[in-house]
């Protein structure tokens, strides 16, 4: 007599559990078929790897000694952590170490990130990479012309912003953009490493990174990177 009332308890409990196990299973469909894609392009830039093929100095060096480097590096410990700590990061770990080289190599004195908050875990790794630089956070919106920088960031493709940036790198200045995967950012990638101070580029699928090199000839680079 007195069971009847736990019967919709009970079923309700059953509806959460199954409803969670699905969604469990669809993240875990998403992540294999993230994973899987991910295995298809390297297999289709298989030759495009370790700096095979480059013959410029200064590319070779870029990707063998940033893009490609094993090194274990002082502030790797910590930023693991601070990376293990962070809830639901939109990056792997190993692109924001990427990151952290990219500012280590650069040592930019000025540096532009669009699109990320102060708190944002991109900002931390970038500051442990370069400690001396000066990094301006500009959410989004319209960006003053009177202003250049050593090194800048768009963390979510936006074809205006990054061509406005890439006309405002100093010589010798780098310019990352973080998410040209989709059909959508590759047509505009492409329309980007077009512009004249587009001098190298290296196209790593999920990043572009392009130098505004005015002693070197234009030069594009595919980048297997897993």
Not at 129 to 157: C, L
Request: proline share 4%; net charge positive.
């Amino acid at each position: 007599m007195h069971e009847a009332p736990c019967r919709p308890l009970m079923a309700g409990i059953s509806c959460v559990w199954a409803a969670s196990a699905n969604f469990s299973i669809l993240l875990m469909t998403e992540s294999f078929i993230k994973r899987l894609s991910r295995c298809w392009h390297w297999l289709l830039r298989f030759r495009h790897r370790c700096g095979y093929g480059i013959h410029s100095p200064f590319a070779f060096g870029f990707v063998t000694g940033v893009i490609y480097e094993r090194a274990v590096y002082y502030a790797y410990a910590e930023l693991a952590h601070a990376y293990a700590c962070a809830q639901q990061p939109p990056l792997r770990l190993k692109d924001y170490k990427l990151l952290f080289r990219l500012a280590n190599f650069q040592r930019p004195d000025r540096c532009l990130v669009y699109g990320a908050s102060a708190s944002d875990l991109m900002l931390h790794f970038l500051k442990a990479g370069s400690r001396h630089t000066e990094y301006i956070n500009v959410k989004g919106g319209e960006m003053v012309d009177d202003f250049t920088v050593d090194m800048a960031v768009v963390t979510h493709f936006n074809l205006s912003a990054a061509r406005f940036l890439l006309h405002q790198l100093k010589p010798g200045g780098l310019l990352v953009i973080i998410g040209i995967d989709t059909p959508k950012s590759r047509a505009q990638w492409q329309k980007l490493i077009e512009c004249e101070p587009a001098r190298v580029s290296f196209d790593l699928r999920d990043f572009g990174f392009i130098f505004y090199r005015p002693d070197l000839q234009h030069e594009h680079y595919l980048i297997n990177y897993f």
